[in-house]
Nanobody
Framework: QVQLVESGGGLVQAGGSLRLSCAAS????????MSWFRQAPGKEREFVAV???????NYADSVQGRFTISGDNAKNTVFLQMNGLKPEDTAVYYC???????????????????WGQGTQVTVSS
């Protein structure tokens, strides 16, 4: 199994930046992809970004060009750099890990078996 711990959330003004971190421990060598999802109050959890073991990345249209996902393999940590934050980015952000090497749809929550506890991001207008 892989354990995930997110950090870096907080309160920021619109237009500001935050960097979220997701530290993985355990069987990290079996991780084939890491993603960020978010859930705003009263809304369903939604896909934000994914980074695969190959280094390939994908983003939700709503964050493309503003957010960047990256990984530090030596530290078993994945980051989400968020720039140009908007009030609609306010949500709890979750890190997720996929342990299967089979093809998958990155936007589907069911593709990931391991989840962190989440970190709150609040963007004020």
């Amino acid at each position: 199994q892989v354990q995930l711990v997110e950090s870096g959330g907080g309160l920021v003004q619109a237009g500001g930046s935050l960097r979220l971190s997701c530290a993985a421990s355990g069987r990290t060598f079996s991780t084939y992809a890491m993603s960020w999802f978010r859930q705003a109050p009263g809304k369903e959890r939604e896909f934000v970004a994914v980074i695969r073991k190959s280094g390939n990345t994908n983003y939700a249209d709503s964050v493309q060009g503003r957010f960047t996902i990256s990984g530090d393999n030596a530290k078993n940590t994945v980051f989400l750099q968020m720039n140009g934050l908007k009030p609609e980015d306010t949500a709890v952000y979750y890190c997720a890990a996929r342990l299967s090497p089979l093809p998958f749809t990155s936007q589907h929550q069911s593709a990931y078996s391991q989840w962190g506890q989440g970190t709150q991001v609040t963007v004020s207008s």
